[in-house]
């Protein structure tokens, strides 16, 4: 099994700013899911002039047996000054552990939570699933949530029933969120 730690400091150190794109992660994100032993595709967007990349991932059976969907985005909001980057030593792209806690741009939201649940997906007995089950790392939800509504305009939650979506407000867990 993959190296959650290690995967999580290089999703970190790999800059994915939203109005910049996000081809660098999305590879390292289908690179992940290879290693995990995952089917993985990459989807593009030309939206607003920039191209954006969303990491899909299906396994299990048909989605018409209604599935669970897992979402996460992997771009970032802009990192800010450097001096504001304290743990880090001043740069935002440079993992940096402190007892159990990891920080860089991307730690807490949301480039983790495609590794964790990467990692937990590639866990399963794939055989055993009943329903279908995909992980789909988006893009731009630091610009407008543009990832979440191509995600919709794309057809790729259809069939789907459930849905967990990776978005770490306030670091609480949040059920039936409005948005």
């Known amino acids: 099994m993959a190296d959650l730690i290690a995967w999580a400091e290089r999703f970190i150190a790999t800059p994915s700013e939203s109005r910049l794109g ?3 992660i999305a590879r ?3 690179e992940l ?3 995990l032993g995952l089917p993985a595709r990459i989807e593009t967007a030309e939206i607003a ?3 954006h990349h969303a990491v899909v991932c299906d396994v299990g059976p048909n989605a018409d047996a209604g599935g669970l969907l897992l979402v996460t985005h992997l771009d970032t909001v802009p990192p800010g000054a450097p001096a504001a980057w304290t743990a880090t030593g001043g740069d935002p792209f440079r993992p940096t552990r402190e007892g159990d806690r990891l920080y860089g741009l991307g730690s807490a939201d ?6 964790c ?3 937990a997906l590639a866990s399963i007995e794939r055989s055993r699933l009943r329903r279908p089950v ?7 939800e630091e610009i407008g949530l543009i990832g979440a509504r191509w995600l919709i305009d794309a057809g790729l939650a259809r069939g789907y029933r459930q849905a967990l979506v990776g978005e770490p407000s306030e670091l ?5 969120h409005k948005g």
């Open 117 to 119: 649940k990467a990692l």
């Open 172 to 176: 609480a867990v949040i059920r039936a």
């Open 110 to 115: 949301a480039k983790v939570d495609f590794v």
């Open 22 to 24: 996000n081809a660098a």
């Open 49 to 51: 002039g920039t191209l």
């Open 134 to 140: 995909r992980l789909v790392g988006t893009f731009g």
């Open 28 to 30: 390292l994100a289908s």
């Open 33 to 35: 899911l290879g290693e």
